[in-house]
């Protein structure tokens, strides 16, 4: 059997070295290219301890020729793509009054114009196989709008609407389709809250704690493993109990 090829986009931190890190240790059969964009010293020492099934490329997912060259990188040297994580993304909040065009631009372009451009990449290759798993990571925010997150919460609820129905396209092609929604996950992305902030944060989640990015890649693995075959156009909530 040949090995399961996956990319996860934005492999550098948080919830997307959680990620990587997952599938390397489900199984040898894993080779996991790990999309960075700048830093790559922070998927070195993964791609170290795996050696040979953790490559790490270069992809800032809000560049279409960016993903044209990764995943020709890939397919070329692996002969086929199984799986598609597109986990990169930012948040720049500010009431919608004081947004910058910029800022917009910004969000829009890394939570939603890339994962239409990587859906597009790795189509054909998933449809020449007839089977594939995308796995988009939306956010809460797409179902329970925040104040100051217009941008972002727009961005993610696109990434849902995307999800499903990119799924009803490829049902009859073996390729599986998903979305997923964190909630408030510790990550350096929550650090830059103020402490009133994450006391407030806490104490809207009925499990009283943040998610971890370990629980999160658990729920992105299940979506990859055979066992999800029936699983598409589904936009899973992972948040404590909030919504
Ligand atoms: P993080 O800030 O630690 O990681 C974001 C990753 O995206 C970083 O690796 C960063 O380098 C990468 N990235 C940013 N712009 C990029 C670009 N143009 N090209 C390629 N990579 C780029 O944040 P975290 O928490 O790990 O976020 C991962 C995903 O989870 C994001 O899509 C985020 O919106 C989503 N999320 C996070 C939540 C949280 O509470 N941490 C809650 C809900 C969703």
Known sequence: MPPRI?????SNSGIGSAIVRNFLEESDHNIVWAGFHHRQDRVQPIADEFPGRCCPVSLDVSVRAAWQQAVSRIVDSA?????LVNNAGVHEDALLGAMSLDSWDRVLATNLDA???GCQAVLPQMISQRSGRIINVASLSALLAPVGQTNYAAAKAGVVALTQSLAKETARMGITVNAICPGYIETEALESM?????QSALAQIPMRRFGRPSEVASLVRFLA??????????AIKIDGGIL
């Open 225 to 234: 493993c055979p066992d999800a075959a029936y699983l598409t156009g589904s």
């Open 79 to 83: 002969g086929r793509l199984d799986v």
């Open 194 to 198: 103020p402490p009133e902030k994450r």
């Open 6 to 10: 996956l990319l996860v986009t934005g």
């Open 115 to 117: 994962v239409f451009h």
